[in-house]
């Protein structure tokens, strides 16, 4: 009796593939959600790419399969391998068409960058219903071109569905990591090596930089051309970007990390400011935990424009201080640091008067239920 019971709920199991990646911003939302579904029961698998951050950010955190395809970036502007991408992404379409084919999940949740294109269009022939999440204001390449094969889209922002249209778009908030909230300050210190004084009055505070998932290096150069001036009054965590440590930068006060994976949420805590390109996914993070923050956002030419409606969106709140790219040297980063720090009391004040709400929770449902499986509210 109990073995036939158990092996109905196995038959019965109901399951779920995610994709999504490219950069961290393309994989976070994942994260957060992955846990609440394989705690829930679901059998849950991950489609990415052969070598992105994604396969590591997944293989180091979650005990779920993952099935790498051929991808093929998909560009707005010249080069030459324009002419072989299109048939990557062809034979990424196939993997992921027959993969979907033979492990009939009941949907697929798809994050977007340029490896989801493929696994959104193979669900879409195998008529496995899609949802998609757009963490930035306005709709990246793939998640543009993913919406067509969608149910549905679910946005960060309000102000996303007049961007996509269609009738298809449900705005849920800022998905988090439930683990952001759960640093230590302590912890954070202590893995900088900044333990001596702990978290007394006297101190110095801590800056934490970080250049996106990816690192940036115009802030890297200005970080490190300020570290005289920055380290008279603050100690400096750096987040460079895997393979920007630069080993000439010594400085007493200051700390650098190519990537921080687990202990991110220690540093955060640590932090009493933050200087940051301008992901849509770290900003809310920075806001959750009511930290100021100087944006530093990518401009039109290296992205396409999204950092900069972020990051206005945010200093049109009150929570963000924005230099712009254009703008960067040692100087002016001092310059906005010390504005920044001289007015902490009032971002943070600002930042205090916003609900984040449990948007993990309406994007978990609404993918429930487009899985045609009962959800409640
Ligand atoms: C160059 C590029 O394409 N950038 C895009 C990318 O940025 P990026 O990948 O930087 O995206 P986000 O800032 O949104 O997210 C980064 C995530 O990585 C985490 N993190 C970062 C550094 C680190 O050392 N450890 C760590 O865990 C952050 O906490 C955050 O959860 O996706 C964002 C969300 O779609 C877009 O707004 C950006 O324009």
Same mark, same amino acid.
């Given at each position: 009796?109990?073995?036939?019971?158990?092996?109905?709920?196995?038959?019965?199991? +109901?399951?779920?593939?995610?994709?999504?990646?490219?950069?961290?911003?393309?994989?976070?939302?994942?994260?957060?959600?992955?846990?609440?579904?394989?705690?829930?029961?679901?059998?849950? =698998?991950?489609?990415?790419? =052969?070598?992105?951050?994604?396969? =590591?950010? #997944?293989?180091?955190?979650?005990?779920? %399969?993952?099935?790498?395809?051929?991808?093929?970036?998909?560009?707005?502007?010249?080069?030459?391998?324009?002419?072989?991408?299109?048939?990557?992404?062809?034979?990424?379409?196939?993997?992921?068409?027959?993969?979907?084919?033979?492990?009939?999940?009941?949907?697929?949740?798809?994050?977007?960058?340029?490896?989801?294109?493929?696994?959104? #269009?193979?669900?879409?022939?195998?008529?496995?219903?899609?949802?998609?999440?757009?963490?930035?204001?306005?709709?990246?390449?793939? +998640?543009?071109?993913?919406?067509?094969?969608?149910?549905?889209?679910?946005?960060?922002?309000?102000?996303?569905?007049?961007?996509?249209?269609?009738?298809?778009?449900?705005?849920?908030?800022?998905?988090? !990591?439930?683990?952001?909230?759960?640093?230590?300050?302590? !912890?954070?210190?202590?893995?900088?090596?900044?333990?001596?004084?702990?978290?007394?009055?006297? !101190?110095?505070?801590?800056?934490?930089?970080?250049?996106?998932?990816?690192?940036?290096?115009?802030?890297?150069?200005?970080?490190?051309?300020?570290?005289?001036?920055?380290?008279?009054?603050?100690?400096?965590?750096?987040?460079?970007?895997?393979?920007?440590?630069?080993?000439?930068?010594? +400085?007493?006060?200051?700390?650098?990390?190519?990537?921080?994976?687990? =202990?991110?949420?220690?540093?955060?805590?640590?932090?009493?400011?933050?200087?940051?390109?301008?992901?849509?996914?770290?900003?809310?993070?920075?806001?959750?935990?009511?930290?100021?923050?100087?944006? #530093?956002?990518?401009?039109?030419?290296?992205? !396409?424009?999204?950092?900069?409606?972020?990051?206005?969106?945010?200093?049109?709140?009150?929570?963000?201080?924005?230099?712009?790219?254009?703008?960067?040297?040692?100087?002016?980063?001092?310059?906005?640091?010390?504005?920044?720090?001289?007015?902490?009391?009032?971002?943070?004040?600002?930042?205090?008067?916003? %609900?984040?709400?449990?948007?993990?929770?309406?994007?978990?449902?609404?993918?429930?239920?487009?899985?045609?499986?009962?959800?409640?509210?």
């Amino acid at each position: 009796m109990s073995n036939s019971h158990v092996q109905t709920r196995v038959d019965a199991a +109901n399951r779920i593939l995610f994709t999504g990646g490219g950069s961290a911003g393309h994989v976070t939302v994942n994260l957060a959600l992955i846990p609440q579904f394989l705690s829930d029961g679901w059998e849950v =698998e991950y489609i990415g790419s =052969e070598t992105g951050i994604e396969r =590591e950010l #997944i293989a180091s955190s979650l005990p779920i %399969p993952y099935y790498p395809i051929a991808t093929g970036k998909l560009r707005r502007y010249l080069s030459k391998d324009n002419i072989k991408d299109p048939f990557r992404v062809i034979k990424g379409v196939t993997q992921a068409y027959r993969h979907i084919r033979a492990r009939r999940p009941d949907v697929v949740f798809s994050k977007g960058g340029f490896v989801s294109v493929p696994v959104v #269009i193979g669900a879409w022939l195998n008529r496995v219903p899609v949802v998609l999440h757009e963490s930035d204001l306005t709709p990246g390449l793939a +998640n543009k071109i993913a919406s067509r094969f969608a149910v549905g889209i679910c946005t960060t922002f309000p102000e996303t569905e007049a961007y996509i249209g269609g009738g298809k778009c449900h705005y849920v908030g800022p998905v988090l !990591r439930e683990e952001i909230g759960m640093g230590g300050a302590e !912890r954070g210190l202590a893995f900088s090596g900044f333990s001596d004084g702990g978290l007394s009055g006297d !101190r110095k505070p801590v800056i934490l930089v970080m250049g996106g998932s990816l690192g940036s290096m115009s802030i890297n150069t200005a970080v490190r051309q300020a570290l005289p001036e920055l380290t008279q009054r603050f100690r400096v965590v750096h987040l460079c970007g895997r393979g920007h440590l630069d080993p000439a930068a010594d +400085n007493p006060d200051y700390r650098q990390f190519e990537y921080i994976d687990k =202990e991110l949420p220690d540093l955060l805590a640590m932090s009493d400011l933050i200087v940051s390109r301008a992901g849509s996914n770290s900003l809310f993070e920075f806001l959750s935990l009511k930290k100021p923050m100087l944006l #530093i956002p990518l401009t039109k030419q290296q992205s !396409r424009g999204d950092q900069l409606l972020n990051a206005a969106s945010f200093e049109r709140s009150g929570y963000a201080k924005v230099l712009q790219e254009e703008r960067l040297d040692a100087a002016q980063l001092v310059r906005a640091v010390a504005d920044l720090y001289s007015d902490k009391e009032s971002y943070i004040r600002r930042m205090g008067d916003t %609900p984040i709400g449990d948007a993990r929770g309406r994007l978990q449902r609404l993918i429930v239920q487009a899985a045609g499986k009962e959800a409640e509210g």
